[in-house]
């Protein structure tokens, strides 16, 4: 066995934290940053002195250490360990160890904590914080931010009568769009909302475009716009760091009767892994419910591949690079399909992964259903109120390394959260950041904060 070398002597360091002795090394004090507390006291001599919590900083001192944080911190409240780290100068390293998405345990989510909101309205939108494991929430006009230890940050009020799309592109800055407003606005949260910009469907002159979904890749910003009359659609390409126009996709016009020729899309993901712009979006008519499932390749605009929905299309659909899967869940069925990124070639590429029945078009039992993945699980708002988790079995030695693709993939459901089936407690948004899933209901005015006890701090 091989152990690690005891550190020399003078490398060692005590430090007196409250009459409690800690022993440490210089390296790991000096990895705390020049500005904090802790590495000044490595250049002194003697047992250092801190008259402060000793327990706190055993949970911090861990944390310095390990970059994770310790089972016991869950007995301690967010507000203490915050007080202490922001005492010592390591207030960054409790902010990473939080929102570490690597400390998420989708097999032992609880309920946490209830964030209230001001007013009336209820959620209409969510959005994680790049960092932090914070959120910033839309309901009505308003949107309410908190950080990442689930402060109330701010609430600014908007131009919008209500704001349909959300999203943080960087630290304090928002993209915000509405189905009954013009234009994406750009909104500075550090200046008290101010609106930085207002980006616009550039080949729309003569009547006013509205934001239909927002998303966007390391590189650009995608928008999905449709026009006043509702009789044309594009997705414009923006430059992220700039805002300027790059490019323009996925433009639809409708002709004559055909109304599923432009169906705005209303939900935008990119796929990292293939480089590719996920769109979509559906249409409700007499004869039923119609959509489709688009994938671009942004640099060259050209559309790889394309999905028709037309038997149990989608009522949400996501999909997950680390599965390298497309998921819905179906608006008649209410069941969650997959299909396989390596074979969208095929003419039907679904498998259903709930029981697979033929039902009336009239039933609709999916209708409302959200679907969000979350690295290696899919997260799916049930026909009740509670929730599908749904992770794949790997078998065999080699895993999907070794798996053909014509191969048919396991998935086993889990299932949380469930109440007495109401309307009223319906789930209307899920979103995910750091080791937080974050969930919206009909008619509550709140948004719940779910995340495992075992990894997580009392708040």
């Known amino acids: 066995m091989n152990f690690p070398t005891i550190p ?168 915000a769009g509405a189905t009954d407003f013009p234009g994406l606005q750009i909104i500075d949260l550090e200046n008290g909302g101010f609106v930085r910009t207002t980006l616009n469907w550039e080949k729309v002159a003569r009547s006013s475009s509205t934001v239909q979904a927002i998303g966007f890749s390391p590189e650009f910003l995608f928008a999905s716009f449709e026009s006043s009359r509702r009789n044309s659609n594009s997705i414009m390409v923006y430059d992220l760091s700039s805002l300027l126009p790059v490019s323009e996709i996925d433009h639809c016009e409708i002709y004559g009767a055909d109304i599923d020729s432009a169906i705005p899309s209303t939900k935008l993901r990119w796929i990292q892994s293939c480089n590719l712009l996920m769109v979509s979006g559906s249409h409700t008519s007499p004869s039923g419910v119609n959509g489709h499932i688009r994938f671009w390749d942004v640099r060259s605009r050209n559309m790889v591949w394309e999905i028709k929905e037309t038997q149990d299309c989608f009522s949400d659909v996501t999909v997950s690079d680390n599965l390298s899967a497309v998921f819905k869940v179906g608006v008649t069925s209410g069941e969650v399909s997959y299909a396989d990124l390596r074979s969208l070639g095929n003419k039907d590429p679904w498998v259903c992964l709930g029981e697979e029945k033929k039902r009336s078009l009239n039933e609709r039992r999916g209708v409302g259903c959200k679907i969000e993945s979350y690295g290696n699980h899919v997260f799916c708002s049930s026909k009740g109120s509670g929730v599908e988790l749904w992770t794949e079995v790997i078998t065999g030695l080699l895993g999907n390394a070794s798996r053909d693709v014509s191969e048919e993939r396991v998935f086993r459901k889990n299932s949380f959260g469930k109440s007495v089936d109401s309307g009223e407690n319906k789930i209307t948004g899920l979103a995910f950041g750091g080791n937080r899933m974050f969930v919206t209901r009909k008619d509550q005015q709140s948004v719940e904060v779910w995340q495992s006890p075992s990894r997580g701090i009392s708040i």
Do not use: M
């Open 8 to 175: 020399h002597e003078s490398n060692v360091v005590s430090i007196n934290v409250g009459g409690r002795i800690f022993q440490t090394t210089k390296q790991t004090l000096t990895l705390a940053g020049t500005d904090s507390l802790l590495s000044r006291l490595v250049v002194t001599e003697s047992t250092r002195f801190v008259d402060r919590d000793p327990d706190l900083f055993s949970v911090l001192l861990y944390i310095l250490r390990t970059g994770n944080l310790p089972a016991r911190s869950r007995t301690f409240d967010v507000r203490d360990l915050i007080d202490e780290s922001r005492y010592y100068g390591i207030e960054s390293f409790l902010i990473d160890s939080l929102s570490n998405s690597s400390q998420f345990e989708p097999f032992d989510l609880r309920r946490s904590r209830i964030l209230r909101l001001n007013g009336r309205d209820s959620p209409s939108t969510i959005s994680p914080t790049l960092i932090g494991g914070g959120l910033h929430v839309a309901h009505g006009s308003k949107i309410t931010s908190f950080d990442w230890s689930l402060r109330q940050k701010s609430t600014v009020l908007t131009n919008f009568s209500a704001v349909d799309s959300l999203l943080e592109i960087s630290p304090g800055v928002l993209a």
